[in-house]
């Protein structure tokens, strides 16, 4: 869609049609959504087979050449031939669902059954790789239907090496470029996600999450990113840092989709019967399409309270005019917007940190001894000395002192892990998110997703200002960005987040704010938006 937006995050005009998509002559599906491709298909001017071959054109385009993006790490070869396949399964019997044939961009941390789609997180130490099943989540989104296109680059490890590391830069793929302007950082570390899905190089991607690698790429990127409750998604299969925290999360260009791909993915392992705030309906899969299938049109927010996080605001005069509007945006659709009192112990960062480095220890050990004995990689060990041998191509930036510091630690049963872990739920949950939604009768919380873009320095690594992703990331409590407005031509986004397996709320408000808001716009792949 081709809107112009001010610094203050106002739309002022737009040519949004239909699901946002508009076909020029040449076949060009920039912005299209999944309704804008289910007419197409419906009407049969669109096949599967057309589709892919449109993705795989942009990204050798886009991503291989012009720009470079570097968002796309491998292709998957068996794409064309599943497309084709779907092509007749739907000429027989009808399409699965809204997923069918659509070309899917999965993180490269979560395994794939495919010889031409290695599982490595973006290492040279597992470099070649291949997962000898599929994740429970991609299993699902094969049984929707959905076309595996192939992985996505991202921070390294999940950016949990190095405290000086640089996001979008993978000793593997190396560094993916913000859409918006090339010389910016895409955040992460779902970074190549969230530059694909910008960039129109696919209909959807997976991102996953820690602390905030699925909200923050998301808004730097200009694109919705949904990071589920802890539990609502398998994390079968998916290389972890935190038993505590990690998810997998859909990514998109607008609410709507980002919600279907959840439901596909919420299709194995989901929390199926958990309901959802004010006894919404299931929080899984199929909670989540009914819920989708109910919204009407004009939807509004009429008696929802929605609580402003003001404590996660205020670093900066731009983005704070952006959440302004945002807030007067939510008023307009009826809902009450409260200031709330909010706040975090200041103890958080540090018994974060402490319960991460234990649990990475643990659940990488774990992973890497169940499916990648083949990779001569068995624990954090073998990696830190892999590293350590390798050290010019693969820490030519960045070295592994968060790897180190994980390794010092002892098992889950130290009571130094576990005094961080119980003070990690008091500040987040019992005296954070439970308490200032309880004490107001909060249906939500919202905050500026965090700041725009920085330059990427690959010398002294990120430099972002601001940011809302913990409180709920350490909860393990749902949050979701939604494109707000931008500043100096970069966008922001608006976070809304909540208690556990609260998605339809969070959904709700995401949805009519979008409608009314119409923030998103497809980047112009600048070379560097100098001065800045």
């Given at each position: 869609?081709?809107?112009?937006?001010?610094?203050?995050?106002?739309?002022?005009?737009?040519?949004?049609?239909?699901?946002?998509?508009?076909?020029?002559?040449?076949?060009?599906?920039?912005?299209?959504?999944?309704?804008?491709?289910?007419?197409?298909?419906?009407?049969?001017?669109?096949?599967?087979?057309?589709?892919?071959?449109?993705?795989?054109?942009?990204?050798?385009?886009?991503?291989?050449?012009?720009?470079?993006?570097?968002?796309?790490?491998?292709?998957?070869?068996?794409?064309?031939?599943?497309?084709?396949?779907?092509?007749?399964?739907?000429?027989?019997?009808?399409?699965?669902?809204?997923?069918?044939?659509?070309?899917?961009?999965?993180?490269?941390?979560?395994?794939?059954?495919?010889?031409?789609?290695?599982?490595?997180?973006?290492?040279?130490?597992?470099?070649?790789?291949?997962?000898?099943?599929?994740?429970?989540?991609?299993?699902?989104?094969?049984?929707?239907?959905?076309?595996?296109?192939?992985?996505?680059?991202?921070?390294?490890?999940?950016?949990?090496?190095?405290?000086?590391?640089?996001?979008?830069?993978?000793?593997?793929?190396?560094?993916?470029?913000?859409?918006?302007?090339?010389?910016?950082?895409?955040?992460?570390?779902?970074?190549?996600?969230?530059?694909?899905?910008?960039?129109?190089?696919?209909?959807?991607?997976?991102?996953?999450?820690?602390?905030?690698?699925?909200?923050?790429?998301?808004?730097?990127?200009?694109?919705?990113?949904?990071?589920?409750?802890?539990?609502?998604?398998?994390?079968?299969?998916?290389?972890?840092?935190?038993?505590?925290?990690?998810?997998a999360g859909p990514m998109a260009r607008t609410v709507e989709d980002a919600a279907i791909l959840l439901t596909a993915m919420a299709g194995a392992g989901g929390s199926g019967g958990v309901a959802g705030a004010g006894g919404a309906g299931a929080a899984g899969g199929a909670g989540l399409l009914q819920f989708l299938n109910a919204i009407p049109d004009d939807l509004r927010l009429d008696g929802l309270r929605i609580g402003v996080a003001r404590t996660l605001a205020g670093y900066d005069p731009a983005v704070d005019r952006v959440f302004a509007v945002a807030l007067d945006a939510l008023r307009g659709l009826g809902a009450e917007v409260i200031e709330s009192d909010f706040a975090c112990g200041k103890d958080l960062d540090e018994a974060a940190f402490?319960?991460?480095?234990?649990?990475?220890?643990?659940?990488?050990?774990?992973?890497?001894?169940?499916?990648?004995?083949?990779?001569?990689?068995?624990?954090?060990?073998?990696?830190?000395?892999?590293?350590?041998?390798?050290?010019?191509?693969?820490?030519?930036?960045?070295?592994?002192?968060?790897?180190?510091?994980?390794?010092?630690?002892?098992?889950?049963?130290?009571?130094?892990?576990?005094?961080?872990?119980?003070?990690?739920?008091?500040?987040?949950?019992?005296?954070?998110?439970?308490?200032?939604?309880?004490?107001?009768?909060?249906?939500?919380?919202?905050?500026?997703?965090?700041?725009?873009?920085?330059?990427?320095?690959?010398?002294?690594?990120?430099?972002?200002?601001?940011?809302?992703?913990?409180?709920?990331?350490?909860?393990?409590?749902?949050?979701?960005?939604?494109?707000?407005?931008?500043?100096?031509?970069?966008?922001?986004?608006?976070?809304?987040?909540?208690?556990?397996?609260?998605?339809?709320?969070?959904?709700?408000?995401?949805?009519?704010?979008?409608?009314?808001?119409?923030?998103?716009?497809?980047?112009?792949?600048?070379?560097?938006?100098?001065?800045?």
């Open positions: 869609m081709a809107s112009t937006t001010d610094d203050s995050g106002g739309a002022r005009d737009s040519d949004v049609k239909g699901g946002g998509g508009q076909a020029g002559p040449s076949g060009a599906y920039d912005e299209f959504g999944l309704r804008d491709f289910r007419r197409l298909f419906d009407s049969g001017a669109l096949t599967y087979s057309e589709l892919l071959q449109y993705y795989l054109d942009r990204i050798a385009g886009l991503d291989r050449a012009g720009p470079t993006l570097g968002a796309v790490l491998h292709l998957n070869a068996s794409a064309e031939g599943e497309a084709a396949r779907l092509d007749r399964e739907r000429t027989r019997g009808g399409a699965r669902g809204p997923l069918h044939g659509i070309p899917v961009l999965v993180k490269a941390n979560i395994n794939i059954a495919e010889a031409s789609l290695p599982t490595t997180a973006g290492s040279l130490a597992l470099k070649g790789f291949v997962a000898p099943s599929d994740a429970e989540l991609v299993s699902s989104l094969r049984r929707a239907g959905a076309i595996i296109l192939g992985t996505t680059n991202m921070s390294e490890w999940a950016n949990f090496r190095s405290t000086r590391s640089t996001s979008g830069w993978s000793s593997e793929g190396g560094l993916t470029r913000n859409p918006y302007a090339l010389d910016r950082n895409p955040s992460g570390s779902s970074s190549g996600s969230a530059v694909a899905v910008s960039a129109n190089l696919c209909a959807l991607a997976v991102g996953t999450e820690t602390d905030g690698s699925i909200i923050a790429p998301s808004s730097k990127c200009g694109i919705v990113g949904i990071k589920p409750s802890v539990g609502l998604v398998s994390r079968e299969g998916i290389i972890p840092i935190s038993a505590s925290q990690d998810t402490e319960v991460l480095l234990y649990e990475f220890k643990d659940g990488l050990n774990r992973y890497l001894r169940a499916y990648a004995g083949s990779s001569g990689i068995h624990d954090l060990g073998d990696l830190i000395a892999f590293n350590a041998d390798h050290a010019n191509a693969v820490m030519p930036w960045f070295h592994q002192e968060i790897f180190a510091m994980a390794a010092a630690k002892g098992s889950l049963d130290d009571e130094a892990y576990l005094k961080a872990r119980r003070t990690c739920l008091r500040l987040t949950r019992d005296e954070g998110i439970d308490a200032a939604m309880g004490r107001l009768s909060l249906d939500a919380l919202v905050a500026p997703s965090g700041g725009p873009a920085c330059k990427t320095d690959l010398f002294l690594g990120d430099h972002y200002i601001g940011g809302s992703a913990s409180p709920a990331a350490i909860a393990g409590y749902p949050n979701l960005t939604v494109p707000a407005g931008f500043v100096h031509g970069l966008p922001v986004g608006l976070s809304v987040f909540g208690r556990a397996f609260a998605e339809q709320t969070l959904l709700r408000v995401a949805l009519a704010f979008e409608r009314v808001s119409r923030a998103r716009r497809k980047p112009g792949f600048a070379s560097t938006l100098d001065p800045f």
